[in-house]
């Protein structure tokens, strides 16, 4: 089973390098909902994949539109 929720940036932390040489960042979504209306997601991201979280911050910027899915 798997949500989704579209929303505006308000927020993006800054990225979090851990010893093993994961990354991870936390972001805040806001949406025009009456209730729950701002989520926190965390993006975790092992070695392999750790591009994945720059990548997030290259293309995403605080105010943009956008559909998060988990």
Same mark, same amino acid.
């Given at each position: 089973m798997s949500y989704k929720v579209n929303g505006k940036i308000n927020k /993006?932390?800054? /990225? +979090? +390098?851990? %010893? @093993?040489? %994961? +990354?991870?960042?936390?972001? /805040?979504l806001e949406t025009d909902e009456k209730f @729950? @209306?701002?989520?926190?997601?965390?993006?975790y991201k092992s070695l392999d994949y750790a591009e994945s979280v720059d990548k997030f911050v290259q293309y995403n910027k605080v105010g943009d539109l956008v559909s998060v899915e988990f």
């Open positions: /993006i932390s800054e /990225i +979090k +390098k851990h %010893a @093993n040489g %994961a +990354k991870s960042l936390d972001f /805040i @729950n @209306n701002t989520y926190v997601f965390n993006m």
